[in-house]
C-alpha cells in the first residue's frame, strides 16, 4: 500500500523569458502526527504513522517516521488486538492482526512523546459493480461497464495497469475519458492523461454505463487490468484535492490547494476503499 499526503507546493513564474523563483510564507501550525491508512474490507488493516513538516521543506525521502507511537485500531469502539510493526519496501506499518469487515465503523487513536494525541474513523464502502472489461493490442481503448447503485451517494476510483514479463500488473497506464463516448458522464472532460481518475456517480445515478477510456499510449502488453474502487466521502475528498495539489492548482496567484484530512489534530487520511479488478487479455 502507498499512502501519500502533501502539504507544500513549488511556485514558479516565468517573466520576460527569465525563471523568477518566488517564496511564499505558509502558516505552520507546529509538528503533528500524521496518519494514511486506507481500510479494505476482507484485508488486514495497514497503518503508517509519520510527522508532518513545514510546507517550505522538500524533503525527497518523504516524512520522519514515528516507530515508537502508540497506535490502538476500534471496531465498533472496542479495541482489537495490538497492532504489530511492519517493515514493507523500507517503510513501517502498524498492521492489525485481524481483518477488517464491512458494515463496521473504525477508529484509529495515535499518541507520541511531545505530540498532540490523533484519531481518525471512517467505514468500509460496498464494493463496486463491473463487468466486460476489453482492449485490443495497437488501440488506444479500453471498455468496460459499471453499475451504479440508485439513491446511493457513490465514490470511485479508476486505475489501468499493464502486465509486464513476470505476468503481473506492474506499470500503471496514464488514460482519460474518452471524449467521444463519455461527455455525458463528468463536468469537464480532462485535456491531459492520468494515472486514476476520481469521480462521483452525480451524472449516472442508478444507471449501467459503459465507459470508454482513451489510453495516453498504444497498448502494447498482452494482459492489461482495469482496477475500480468504491470510495467512502472521506476518502473521495482526500483523493480529489490530493489530485488538485499535484496539478498545481491555481497557479501563482491562486491560493494553495488544501488537501482534505480527517485526523482530529492531525493530518492523513483514514478511509475505507473497496477495489475490484477485471484482467483481460488484448490479443
Do not use: W
Not at 128 to 141: E, F, H, L, M, Y
Amino acid at each position: 500500500m502507498r499512502s501519500f499526503f502533501v502539504y507544500g507546493i513549488l511556485l514558479t513564474t516565468l517573466l520576460t523569458a527569465c525563471e523568477e523563483r518566488v517564496n511564499i510564507q505558509l502558516r505552520y501550525e507546529g509538528d503533528k502526527i500524521v496518519i494514511n491508512s486506507l481500510l479494505q474490507p476482507d484485508s488486514v488493516a495497514y497503518v503508517r504513522i509519520t510527522r508532518s513538516v513545514p510546507a517550505n521543506v522538500y524533503d525527497e525521502g518523504g516524512f520522519t517516521e514515528i516507530g515508537n507511537a502508540a497506535v490502538t485500531l476500534l471496531q465498533n469502539g472496542v479495541a482489537m488486538s495490538p497492532l504489530q510493526q511492519q517493515q514493507i519496501k523500507g517503510r513501517t506499518y502498524f498492521v492489525s492482526r485481524e481483518k477488517v469487515t464491512n458494515g463496521n465503523t473504525y477508529t484509529i487513536n495515535v499518541s507520541a512523546a511531545g505530540l498532540t494525541p490523533v484519531s481518525a474513523q471512517d467505514t468500509l464502502p460496498v464494493a463496486p459493480i463491473i463487468a466486460d472489461a476489453a482492449g485490443q493490442k495497437g488501440s488506444t481503448r479500453v471498455v468496460f461497464t459499471l453499475k451504479d447503485r440508485p439513491g446511493a451517494a457513490d465514490y470511485y476510483r479508476i486505475r489501468l495497469f499493464a502486465y509486464g514479463p513476470d505476468n503481473q500488473p506492474d506499470t500503471a497506464r496514464g488514460f482519460r475519458l474518452d471524449p467521444a463516448f463519455n461527455n455525458n458522464l463528468i463536468d469537464v472532460i480532462a485535456n491531459t492523461h492520468n494515472d486514476a481518475l476520481i469521480m462521483d456517480d452525480t451524472r449516472f445515478d442508478g444507471k449501467t454505463v459503459n465507459f470508454v477510456l482513451e489510453t495516453q499510449a498504444l497498448i502494447n502488453s498482452s494482459r492489461m487490468m482495469l482496477e475500480v474502487s468504491t470510495m467512502t466521502d472521506g476518502g473521495f475528498k482526500y483523493f480529489r484535492t490530493l489530485g488538485m495539489q499535484y496539478l498545481g492548482a491555481g497557479g501563482l496567484l491562486a491560493e494553495p490547494a488544501p488537501v482534505y484530512t480527517n485526523v482530529h489534530n492531525g493530518y492523513g487520511i483514514v478511509a475505507g476503499i473497496n477495489s475490484r479488478r477485471l484482467v483481460f487479455d488484448t490479443e
